[in-house]
């Protein structure tokens, strides 16, 4: 039985995908690089370490990498993060979650400020036992480094009783490779066959699903009646 769950936040708790994306097509704009939303927006879910590095060359990064980061994180703050809010059902899941003795941790690519920012926007703050950020961290997802410090933080439990729920195929990558299994959720907007690729084990929609989930089958929630699915079949075994 699933005891400790481990939440990404933006993408999965609040939608806040779009507004990531756009803050960081408009700073790549500032400083000379002209990149399509779609592509920005498949880079959601990697922290500014991973992500900037996919537009800009090592010299760049060197030139002006740190301005870059500090440009878009203050537009970020006072253009976008205003218009963000939580996916419904996100505090009575994390209710439920708690009455029933599970324990909660939240693990985001997002810096510390943003992150406290969306516990008052879901209204969960007492409704989990941590939280780790990408401030905490050296490297963001797709790395394991912010499940496994989310993984410490929660006394080193079992990887088989332990679940992360997150948005982009980065949170199934940065899981899997600590064999902890993932549930993807559709709200961030990435696509199924990606989610699924990178090692998602099931697939709902947002969190009201999986209130409704685990209401129906608290003791094999998340995976339902049927129990946990098997792991995706490795690509070097077909």
Known sequence: ?????????????VDS???HAEAWRRAFLEFGRDVPFAHVRSQIGKGADQLIPVFFNDEELAQFGKELEEYRTQLFLKDF?????????????FQRLKKEGR????ASSAKKEELEHYVKLCRIHGLFEEATSKDEVDKSKPHPDIFEAALKRLGNPDVATTVVVGDTPYD??????????TVGVLCGG???????????????KDPAELLARFEASPRNWPWGEAGMPAAPEDEESR
């Not at 039985?1 to 708790?13: A, H, K, R, Y």
């Not at 993060?81 to 899941?93: D, N, S, T, Y």
């Not at 989610?195 to 709902?204: K, P, S, T």
């Open 190 to 204: 990435f696509p199924e066959d990606d989610l699924r690729a990178a090692g998602c084990r099931v697939l709902m």
């Open 1 to 13: 039985m699933v005891q400790n769950v481990i939440f990404d936040v933006d993408g999965t708790l």
């Open 103 to 106: 324990h909660v941790a939240l």
């Open 172 to 181: 199934a990558l940065a899981a899997g490779k600590l064999s902890i299994p």
């Open 81 to 93: 993060l205003p218009k963000i809010r939580p996916f419904p059902k996100v505090r009575e899941l």
């Open 17 to 19: 995908v779009d507004e």
